[in-house]
């Protein structure tokens, strides 16, 4: 379940509490690193098909048969287009964006929804989803007394729990839900533990 926004008033909202823990330096684990097979198989594809179209084009030059009109255009226009046209300009920064782009997917780990775990042996290597992580830390939350729906959103480097009270004392729902999800949070075996933000509020007046 889902809190709304949060409220301002003084008397509706517990002040917010945020800890930060110190990274768990035993049995690190780096992030993990995404086979990126989509644009992997697009490059793939593109190349080929050139390739193809090319050495096709060339064999048949070979075999003293005509070349395609669109190698006879081609070749015309980069013999007669001056580098500073629109189109040669144009071409040249979708070359380079799209070279940026593959460098990018290269030198970034990619799967962002994956957590690391903590290592025990070093064959092997554990993950955990942010979506699995942030409803077993909503579950847990549910279960302090005076919480009545709670939002969890579980980020690499800070969880943000939104919770609704509707009885109890705003300090001692959010104090014992801080307790909780810090104890949940150990329990996950990360391997770097993220900060923990904690809001709680009373539900909308209606």
Request: net charge positive; glycine share 10%.
């Amino acid at each position: 379940m889902s809190g709304n926004g949060l409220d301002t008033g003084a008397r509706d909202a517990a002040p917010a509490v945020e800890t930060a823990e110190a990274p768990d330096d035993a049995g690190r684990s780096g992030r993990f690193w995404s086979a990126r097979r989509l644009p992997a198989a697009l490059v793939a594809a593109v190349v080929l098909g050139t390739a193809g179209i090319f050495l096709y084009d060339v064999a048949a030059v070979r075999a003293h048969r005509p070349a395609m009109g669109w190698r006879r255009h081609l070749a015309h226009e980069l013999a007669t287009r001056h580098l500073d046209d629109a189109w040669v300009v144009t071409g040249a920064a979708v070359a380079v964006l799209a070279g940026l782009w593959l460098i990018t997917l290269a030198a970034t780990p990619g799967l962002r929804g994956v957590l690391p775990m903590r290592r025990g042996t070093p064959e092997v290597r554990a993950g955990l989803d942010r979506r699995a992580a942030a409803l077993v830390l909503r579950d847990r939350a549910m279960e302090v007394s005076g919480v009545q729906s709670v939002r969890v959103d579980v980020g690499r480097h800070r969880i943000r729990a939104r919770a609704v009270a509707h009885f109890r004392d705003l300090d001692d729902v959010r104090d014992d839900l801080g307790t909780v999800l810090a104890d949940g949070v150990r329990q996950l075996g990360l391997a770097r533990s993220p900060g923990l933000s904690v809001h709680v509020r009373r539900p909308a007046k209606r």
